[in-house]
């Protein structure tokens, strides 16, 4: 089973910075992409931002200049950092891994709460 841990949220001002982590209980060499998502109340969960194992990263255009996803295969451990915040970004972020083989399959954080302040 795999786990994922999610780190990094808090309350901030508008126009600040957060650098969220997720760190993976195995390999994250062993995911065919990884990604963030958020999810505000009432809304739906929506796409931040993906990195593949192979290809280029994947970003939300309400995103796009704002927040750069990365990660480090030593640490296992996918990041995200956010800056210029505001208050539209103010929602729980979470990380998910998927893996093709041998079945397809999505494994999902717990989530981190973010929260902007204008």
């Known amino acids: 089973q795999v786990q994922l841990v999610e780190s990094g949220g808090g309350l901030v001002q508008a126009g600040g910075s957060l650098l969220l982590s997720c760190t993976a209980s195995?390999?994250?060499?062993?995911?065919?992409?990884m990604g963030w998502y958020r999810q505000a109340p009432g809304k739906q969960r929506e796409l931040v931002a993906a990195?593949?194992?192979?290809?280029?990263?994947n970003y939300a255009d309400f995103v796009k200049g704002r927040f750069t996803i990365s990660r480090d295969n030593a640490k296992n451990t996918v990041y995200l950092q956010m800056n210029s915040l505001k208050p539209e970004d103010t929602a729980v972020y979470y990380c998910?891994?998927?893996?093709?083989?041998?079945?397809?399959?999505?494994?999902w954080g717990q989530g981190t709460q973010v929260t902007v302040s204008s």
């Open positions: 998910k891994a998927s893996v093709i083989v041998p079945n397809t399959r999505d494994y």
């Open positions: 195995r390999s994250i060499l062993g995911f065919v992409v």
């Open positions: 990195i593949p194992k192979f290809g280029s990263t």
